[in-house]
Nanobody, 124 residues
Framework: QVQLVESGGGLVQAGGSLRLSCAVSGRTFSLYAMGWFRQAPGKEREFVATISWSGGSTSYADSVKGRFTISRDNAKNTVYLQMSSLKPEDTAVYYC?????????????????WGQGTQVTVSS
């Protein structure tokens, strides 16, 4: 069974930075794309960023492009989300997820394993 554990969330002031990490169990981490999604209260879960199995290809939601960076370390079975210039509208529970395939994927339906989420709160 694949398990994903996020960490690094917290409370930060607008304009600040946070780095989220997601540790993934199992020996097949390097075969699959990974993604970050977020869900604010009363809203649908939305795509944030995705990275291919090799790390060579990434994609971002327009709302975070230029501010967030996704990366991965296949030797450590870990994916990261570096968040900078944070805004109050970035406040949400952030989830990492493992895709069903290697190329980057932006849809919730393309992911079959999810972490429990980590809260990010940005104060104004």
């Amino acid at each position: 069974q694949v398990q994903l554990v996020e960490s690094g969330g917290g409370l930060v002031q607008a304009g600040g930075s946070l780095r989220l990490s997601c540790a993934v169990s199992g020996r097949t981490f390097s075969l699959y794309a990974m993604g970050w999604f977020r869900q604010a209260p009363g809203k649908e879960r939305e795509f944030v960023a995705t990275i291919s199995w090799s790390g060579g290809s990434t994609s971002y939601a327009d709302s975070v492009k230029g501010r967030f960076t996704i990366s991965r370390d296949n030797a450590k079975n870990t994916v990261y989300l570096q968040m900078s210039s944070l805004k109050p509208e970035d406040t949400a529970v952030y989830y990492c997820a493992r895709s069903v395939a290697g190329p980057p994927a932006v849809s919730v339906k393309d992911y079959n394993y999810w972490g429990q989420g980590t809260q990010v709160t940005v104060s104004s």
